[in-house]
């Protein structure tokens, strides 16, 4: 599966390249990441969520960098997911913003069923990527991500349905978090 996507975020290359850049940050915006953890200057080990509450973990290398510019890794070993993928980090026209410009090509576990049972539980890449992307935006913009009350603890708040209409948490809600 290749799957591309871009956003613009209102902060520098540099900024924004130097966030993507420090791997820990990942899962702060990818909503199937659990962990990303540096094992070396150019190798990780990754953790992802997929279908049925199964976990998928692979080593990674980065195979091309450029500071300020790009960074290109692959999965390396068998990985549960191969994967690949290049990031262009590009100064955007009003010479504030910068243009993410995202490239993955992976293998689905199962094939092209495995593509169609993700999609049946909400999963679609495409669709998780650009969402991924819209997150990035506003870590970097905000510093946070933006959640409605039907889901103020993200990917804790499968748990939590069905949502209510949104209106502020009580003091107990928030006092409970989002293992309540």
Known sequence: MDLTATTTIRKSVPEVYAFWHDLANLPTFMAHL?????????????????????????????VDQTPGKKLAWRSTGKPDV????????????????????????????????????????????????????????????????????????GKRARKEFPQRPAQPLSDVELEKGADA
């Open 34 to 62: 659990d962990e990303v953890r540096a094992t070396g200057d150019r190798t990780s080990h990754w953790i992802a969520g997929a279908p049925f509450g199964k976990n998928v973990e692979w080593d990674a290398e980065i």
């Open 82 to 153: 191969p994967n690949a993928g290049t990031v262009l980090f590009v100064p955007a026209p009003d010479g504030v913003s910068t243009e993410v410009h995202v490239v993955l090509v992976y293998d689905i576990p199962g094939g092209a069923v495995g593509k169609a049972v993700a999609k049946y539980f909400g999963e679609e890449p495409h669709q998780q990527l650009d969402d991924d992307l819209r997150r990035l935006k506003q870590v970097m913009e905000t510093g946070e991500v933006v959640r409605s009350d039907g889901a103020p603890w």
